[in-house]
Protein backbone atom coordinates (compact mmCIF):
# COMPACT_ATOMS: atom_id res chain seq x y z
CA UNK A 1 0.00 0.00 0.00
CA UNK A 2 1.70 3.62 -1.25
CA UNK A 3 -0.40 6.54 -0.47
CA UNK A 4 1.21 10.12 -1.06
CA UNK A 5 0.03 13.06 0.64
CA UNK A 6 0.80 16.39 -0.54
CA UNK A 7 -0.61 20.05 0.10
CA UNK A 8 0.91 23.66 1.10
CA UNK A 9 2.75 24.07 4.19
CA UNK A 10 -0.01 24.50 7.11
CA UNK A 11 -3.04 22.57 5.16
CA UNK A 12 -2.67 19.26 7.85
CA UNK A 13 -0.54 17.28 5.60
CA UNK A 14 2.05 16.17 8.33
CA UNK A 15 -0.74 15.67 11.09
CA UNK A 16 -2.74 13.54 8.48
CA UNK A 17 -0.53 11.59 7.86
CA UNK A 18 0.81 10.53 10.89
CA UNK A 19 -2.55 9.50 12.05
CA UNK A 20 -3.35 8.17 8.72
CA UNK A 21 -0.15 6.23 9.52
CA UNK A 22 -1.66 5.49 12.77
CA UNK A 23 -4.82 3.91 11.46
CA UNK A 24 -3.15 1.91 8.95
CA UNK A 25 -0.17 0.41 10.93
CA UNK A 26 2.19 1.89 7.90
CA UNK A 27 5.49 3.80 8.37
CA UNK A 28 5.43 7.25 7.74
CA UNK A 29 8.21 9.46 5.74
CA UNK A 30 7.95 13.01 5.91
CA UNK A 31 10.25 14.45 2.78
CA UNK A 32 10.22 18.11 4.76
CA UNK A 33 11.27 16.38 8.27
CA UNK A 34 14.67 15.10 6.04
CA UNK A 35 14.49 18.43 4.31
CA UNK A 36 14.92 20.29 7.57
CA UNK A 37 17.38 17.59 8.82
CA UNK A 38 19.93 18.61 5.80
CA UNK A 39 19.41 22.49 6.39
CA UNK A 40 20.36 21.86 10.19
CA UNK A 41 23.61 19.48 9.37
CA UNK A 42 24.37 22.69 7.10
CA UNK A 43 24.19 24.87 10.20
CA UNK A 44 21.36 26.71 7.79
CA UNK A 45 17.97 28.27 8.87
CA UNK A 46 14.91 26.99 6.36
CA UNK A 47 14.91 29.94 4.59
CA UNK A 48 18.40 29.98 4.19
CA UNK A 49 18.28 26.66 3.00
CA UNK A 50 15.32 27.26 0.27
CA UNK A 51 17.78 29.90 -1.12
CA UNK A 52 20.64 27.28 -1.54
CA UNK A 53 17.78 25.09 -3.07
CA UNK A 54 16.75 27.74 -5.50
CA UNK A 55 20.60 27.51 -7.20
CA UNK A 56 21.64 24.32 -6.33
CA UNK A 57 19.01 22.13 -7.79
CA UNK A 58 21.21 18.82 -6.78
CA UNK A 59 19.20 19.13 -3.02
CA UNK A 60 16.26 18.53 -4.36
CA UNK A 61 17.07 15.88 -6.71
CA UNK A 62 18.52 13.97 -3.82
CA UNK A 63 15.72 14.67 -1.08
CA UNK A 64 13.31 13.72 -4.14
CA UNK A 65 15.15 10.28 -5.58
CA UNK A 66 15.23 9.47 -2.04
CA UNK A 67 11.51 9.77 -2.16
CA UNK A 68 10.80 7.84 -5.23
CA UNK A 69 12.77 4.79 -4.33
CA UNK A 70 11.23 4.69 -0.87
CA UNK A 71 7.48 5.20 -3.22
CA UNK A 72 8.55 1.99 -5.05
CA UNK A 73 9.50 -0.27 -1.75
CA UNK A 74 5.45 0.89 -1.32
CA UNK A 75 3.81 -0.20 2.45
CA UNK A 76 4.37 3.50 3.34
CA UNK A 77 2.37 6.94 3.58
CA UNK A 78 4.94 9.48 1.50
CA UNK A 79 4.28 12.72 2.75
CA UNK A 80 5.52 15.96 0.70
CA UNK A 81 5.16 18.22 -1.92
CA UNK A 82 6.01 16.44 -4.56
CA UNK A 83 5.42 12.71 -3.67
CA UNK A 84 1.58 12.81 -5.73
CA UNK A 85 3.75 13.61 -8.53
CA UNK A 86 6.27 11.25 -8.53
CA UNK A 87 3.77 8.62 -7.82
CA UNK A 88 2.21 9.30 -11.06
CA UNK A 89 5.27 10.01 -12.75
CA UNK A 90 6.59 6.50 -11.68
CA UNK A 91 3.38 4.55 -12.46
CA UNK A 92 3.61 3.58 -9.06
CA UNK A 93 0.08 1.83 -7.27
CA UNK A 94 -0.83 4.22 -5.03
CA UNK A 95 -3.58 6.68 -3.03
CA UNK A 96 -2.58 10.38 -4.00
CA UNK A 97 -4.23 12.65 -1.95
CA UNK A 98 -3.59 16.39 -1.67
CA UNK A 99 -4.99 18.81 1.01
CA UNK A 100 -5.81 22.49 0.99
CA UNK A 101 -7.12 25.02 3.16
CA UNK A 102 -7.38 28.62 2.67
CA UNK A 103 -3.74 30.43 2.92
CA UNK A 104 -4.70 32.29 6.33
CA UNK A 105 -6.03 29.32 8.06
CA UNK A 106 -2.57 27.63 6.95
CA UNK A 107 -0.78 30.63 8.45
CA UNK A 108 -2.51 30.68 11.53
CA UNK A 109 -1.88 27.19 12.10
CA UNK A 110 1.59 26.88 11.00
CA UNK A 111 2.18 30.39 13.64
CA UNK A 112 0.24 28.56 16.29
CA UNK A 113 2.74 25.01 15.76
CA UNK A 114 5.85 27.55 15.67
CA UNK A 115 5.03 30.44 18.12
CA UNK A 116 5.25 33.28 15.24
CA UNK A 117 2.93 36.16 14.45
CA UNK A 118 0.37 34.82 11.78
CA UNK A 119 0.90 37.54 9.05
CA UNK A 120 4.82 37.00 9.40
CA UNK A 121 4.39 33.09 8.59
CA UNK A 122 1.65 34.30 5.63
CA UNK A 123 4.39 36.12 4.15
CA UNK A 124 7.15 33.47 5.14
CA UNK A 125 4.16 30.74 3.40
CA UNK A 126 3.48 33.10 0.22
CA UNK A 127 7.63 33.52 -0.51
CA UNK A 128 8.20 29.66 -0.14
CA UNK A 129 5.39 29.36 -1.90
CA UNK A 130 6.65 31.07 -5.10
CA UNK A 131 10.27 29.22 -4.67
CA UNK A 132 9.16 25.77 -4.79
CA UNK A 133 6.65 26.26 -7.64
CA UNK A 134 9.33 27.89 -9.34
CA UNK A 135 12.14 25.24 -8.47
CA UNK A 136 9.66 22.29 -9.62
CA UNK A 137 8.64 23.65 -12.76
CA UNK A 138 12.41 24.41 -13.36
CA UNK A 139 13.99 21.01 -12.14
CA UNK A 140 11.04 19.00 -12.82
CA UNK A 141 8.29 20.31 -15.40
CA UNK A 142 5.92 20.41 -12.47
CA UNK A 143 2.94 22.70 -12.04
CA UNK A 144 2.00 22.29 -7.99
CA UNK A 145 -1.24 24.51 -8.99
CA UNK A 146 -2.21 21.00 -10.98
CA UNK A 147 -4.12 18.62 -8.83
CA UNK A 148 -5.06 16.09 -11.80
CA UNK A 149 -2.87 13.59 -10.64
CA UNK A 150 -4.17 13.40 -7.25
CA UNK A 151 -6.84 10.49 -6.63
CA UNK A 152 -8.65 12.87 -3.70
CA UNK A 153 -8.58 16.62 -3.47
CA UNK A 154 -10.00 17.36 0.37
CA UNK A 155 -10.27 21.24 1.50
CA UNK A 156 -8.94 20.79 5.86
CA UNK A 157 -10.49 24.24 6.76
CA UNK A 158 -13.25 23.12 8.97
CA UNK A 159 -12.56 19.04 9.33
CA UNK A 160 -10.68 17.33 12.34
CA UNK A 161 -7.31 16.09 11.17
CA UNK A 162 -8.80 13.05 13.14
CA UNK A 163 -11.98 12.84 11.02
CA UNK A 164 -10.02 13.60 7.73
CA UNK A 165 -7.15 10.47 8.57
CA UNK A 166 -10.49 7.92 9.53
CA UNK A 167 -12.03 9.27 6.28
CA UNK A 168 -9.13 8.37 4.15
CA UNK A 169 -8.57 5.00 5.97
CA UNK A 170 -11.44 3.94 4.80
CA UNK A 171 -10.88 5.20 1.17
CA UNK A 172 -7.39 3.99 1.37
CA UNK A 173 -9.12 0.06 2.30
CA UNK A 174 -11.92 0.47 -0.84
CA UNK A 175 -8.71 1.86 -3.12
CA UNK A 176 -6.37 -1.19 -2.19
CA UNK A 177 -9.21 -3.83 -1.54
CA UNK A 178 -7.73 -7.36 -0.52
CA UNK A 179 -4.15 -6.05 -0.17
CA UNK A 180 -5.36 -3.77 3.06
CA UNK A 181 -3.83 -5.65 5.59
CA UNK A 182 -0.24 -7.00 4.46
CA UNK A 183 2.20 -5.37 5.92
Known amino acids: ??????????????????????????????????YRRQADERGLTLEQFIELSE?????????DAHMVR?????????????????AAQERLPALKVF??????????????????EWREVLASNRARHRSDTTRYRDIYGFDLADTSVYDIVLTTDDETPEALAAWLATRAREHFGAREDRP
Open 99 to 116: LRADEEVRARRVAERERR
Open 70 to 86: RAREGNVILEGRLAGFF
Open 1 to 34: MLITVSGEPGSGKTTVARLLAGCLGLPHVYAGDL
Open 55 to 63: RDHSIDRAL
